[in-house]
């Protein structure tokens, strides 16, 4: 795994939550709904990256990913933004780390 594939995905995966959080604004839970399925495909391909040499941070970052994927989905059941948001902040603080 390169730090520059690992960036370019929590890049993307930050813009499409901020889109999707647009989205929720205008009331278009059509493109909400997929930008979020997008950003739940790359938490599964960053998620499915070799694994980086120190096994108890690939754990935590596991845990971190399964969180967000929940609360994605945890946001299209209730049809909700915040939970949206908590995940475009984490993904957002990860991009930073790795930039």
């Known amino acids: ?3 520059e594939t690992l960036e370019m995905l929590h890049c993307a995966a930050v813009r499409f939550l ?3 959080i647009e989205a ?4 278009r839970k059509d493109i909400v709904t997929f930008r979020v399925k997008r950003v739940q495909a790359i938490i599964g391909e960053i998620r ?4 980086a040499p120190c096994p108890e941070l690939d754990q ?3 845990a971190i990913y399964v969180f967000i994927i929940g609360q994605l ?8 933004v915040a939970p949206i948001d908590v995940c475009r902040n984490i993904l957002d ?3 930073g780390a790795y930039q």
């Open 24 to 27: 929720y604004d205008r009331d």
């Open 73 to 80: 989905d945890i946001a299209l059941a209730a049809e909700t």
């Open 18 to 20: 901020a889109e999707a």
């Open 60 to 62: 935590q970052l596991d």
């Open 1 to 3: 795994m390169t730090n």
């Open 93 to 95: 603080d990860l991009h």
């Open 48 to 51: 499915a990256l070799p694994t």
